[in-house]
């Protein structure tokens, strides 16, 4: 059986005619469905990959150690990661480059299995799925889960698509669990600079969940949120020496490797506060202007304390409720792509210029 014999059908593929309802709005369409950045990538970043432009030979699988030093400065002074070493970082070729063959590089096969959120983005499901393993799914891994055969281990806070946080405590009772039983902890954290109205997310390293070693446990990072960065395709890892050790062996061997230039753009990414600053106040802007609105529109939010959406409902299947939307020319994504508790919800993105959110808006408050 083929590899894409085994994948259920793309999801994003099942909403194409819903957009094409959208586009034909006579306002145009306002698309919240897919979290892709909207805004300019910041100038600090074009020109370091400018600059780095000319760049003919081989770049390195392990990345510059000035790129893995910024990775581990920004761990440290943003996430008070105290124990990140440049030594244990690796670079990404995105985030989901990361998710979707991790279980492969492990050397998962037949008869192991993955877990990841109940309700959670599908790539950790693909995953698995890829690597033949079997994908389990939990609302609290400590009470749900039978530790025989775990082998990976899924955390995503904030979570796409509720944008639900786990506290320190909640995170530090998993990551003991999972040490117990020998199972990895690989922790995605792509939101972790997204938090709002108080919450604050936590790392998978920080030494309030897991002590002074780093043992049984990695963290990813992505900078297409915080940086405009998506179309660079830029990310990293850190965590557990061993681990890091084993996969950059792998990468080495397959040639999943970080273009240089990209390489000096995420170092100029990583090194400066102010953009990433600012791309959050616009968020925000987006966000409380969303919420208000959808909330007029009769609709309930569930969690949404943070990460880069709405998790909304209003009491009806996710379907009616994308089709009800796509009329007034606003395109959301459906919850059941995230997992079956989320067939009463929809996903709604704040990434959207202003004045398409604006446009969202009046078009929620005409039918409120």
């Known amino acids: 059986m083929s590899i ?73 002074q943003w996430h008070g990661v105290t124990g990140a070493d440049p030594a244990h970082v690796l670079p990404l070729i995105g985030s989901k480059e990361l998710v979707g063959w991790l279980p492969t590089l492990l050397g998962l096969t037949a008869g192991d299995r993955v877990a990841y959120p109940r309700l959670a983005y599908p790539t950790y499901e693909i995953g698995a799925l890829v690597a033949r393993a079997e994908p389990v799914t939990y609302e609290d891994p400590v009470a749900e889960l039978d530790p025989a055969g775990l082998k990976l281990l899924w955390l995503n806070s904030p979570s796409n698509p509720t944008g639900r946080v786990l506290s320190a405590a909640e995170l530090r009772r998993i990551v003991a669990w999972a040490r117990e039983h020998g199972v990895l902890v690989a922790s995605d954290e ?36 915080r940086s405009n960065f998506a179309g660079y395709r830029g990310a990293f890892l850190a965590g557990d020496p061993a681990v890091v050790a084993d996969l950059l062996a792998v990468r080495k061997h397959t040639g999943m490797i970080v273009p240089a230039p990209v390489q000096a753009a995420m170092i100029a990414a990583l090194g400066d506060r102010a953009h990433a600053v600012e791309q959050k106040e616009r968020y925000a802007r987006r966000r409380s202007a969303l919420r208000t609105a959808f909330e007029g529109a009769g609709f309930r939010i569930e969690h949404s304390e943070a990460s880069l959406y709405l998790w909304a409902t209003r009491g009806e299947n996710c379907w009616d409720t994308v089709g009800d939307l796509a009329k007034r020319g606003i395109l959301v994504a459906p919850g059941e ?18 004045e398409r959110v604006a446009a969202a808006v009046a078009r929620l408050d005409d039918a409120a």
Do not use: M, N
């Not at 043992?215 to 900078?223: D, Y």
């Open 4 to 76: 894409s014999a085994r994948l259920p059908v793309f999801p994003w593929d099942r909403l194409e005619p819903y957009k094409a309802t959208a586009v034909a709005h006579s306002g145009g369409a306002v698309d919240l469905s897919v979290g892709t950045p909207v805004d300019p990538v910041p100038e600090v970043i074009r020109q370091a990959l400018t600059a780095a432009a000319d760049s003919p030979g081989y770049p390195l699988t392990y990345g510059t150690a000035v790129l893995r030093e910024a990775a581990a400065g920004y761990l440290r």
């Open 190 to 225: 792509c939101y972790i600079e997204l938090g709002w109205e108080g919450a604050e997310p936590v790392s998978v390293l920080h030494p309030e969940v897991c002590g002074d070693s780093h043992e049984g446990l990695i963290a990813v990072h992505s900078l297409s949120k």
């Open 337 to 354: 792509f995230y997992g079956p508790g989320g067939e009463q919800f929809v996903r709604i993105a704040f990434t959207a210029v202003d």
